[in-house]
Each structure stands twice: as C-alpha cells, then as structure tokens.
C-alpha cells in the first residue's frame, strides 16, 4: 500500500510532462466516447428523414 502511494506521489512532484500525459489519459478516452457516440447520433437523426 504504502508503495502505491509513493508511486502517485511521485507522479506528481516529479517531471510535470509525464504526469500531465498520464493524468490526461482519462480525459482522452471520454472525449473519444463523446465523438463515437455524436457521430453515431448524427447517423441516426439523418436516417430519421424529413418526414419527422
């Protein structure tokens, strides 16, 4: 356990680079969900037709 903090901890107080890169990864994986899930809606609505 305490080996897991000193981990985090040192992702923090160490090279700024690496842990923006790290923490980013999160933000990245949901921003591609939202475009996935966008042009998918966008798909779907254009099938609607002008009918609806």
Sequence with gaps: ????K???IELITGN???AIVKLAYPMFFTL?????YNFVDSIWV???G???
């Design 16 to 18: 700024p680079k690496k």
């Design 32 to 36: 591609f969900l939202m475009m996935i």
């Design 6 to 8: 000193t981990k985090n």
């Design 1 to 4: 356990m305490n080996e897991e």
């Design 46 to 48: 254009v099938g609607l």
């Design 50 to 52: 002008p009918e609806a």
